[in-house]
Nanobody, 121 residues
């Protein structure tokens, strides 16, 4: 199982970024997927997840209305569109498979190396 995140970078407050996660070693169709993040000095937290069955989504309250998760099973890729970014969104963002195989923000059992998002003026 391999997950490779990309798309992070430096952005000003109010800006946008789109993260991508390409997966290999398993078929995306059969797994829920999620994004988690870890800010400096803080524990990793769940950001968003998307189910494999009906593409239903779930978001942490802190990003609801600003972030959108999506998936393209044909490309084995999961995306996270992040709008209205704020300094508190600064973190390393990880793509992963949620524990238990269903859409939840409790934790991951597989994840990539992460991509750094820095929101600063």
């Amino acid at each position: 199982v391999q997950l490779v995140e990309s798309g992070g970078g430096l952005v000003q407050p109010g800006g946008s970024l789109r993260l991508s996660c390409v997966v290999s070693g398993f078929t995306l169709d059969y797994r829920a997927m999620g994004w988690f993040r870890q800010a400096p000095g803080k524990e990793r937290e769940g950001v968003s997840c998307i189910s494999n069955s009906d593409a239903s989504t779930h978001y942490a309250d802190s990003v609801k209305g600003r972030f959108t998760i999506s998936r393209d099973n044909a490309k084995n890729t999961v995306y996270l569109q992040m709008n209205s970014l704020q300094p508190e969104d600064t973190a390393v963002y990880y793509c992963g498979t949620p524990i238990g195989g269903w859409c939840n923000l409790y934790g991951m059992d597989h994840w990539g190396n992460g991509t750094l998002v820095t929101v600063s003026s």
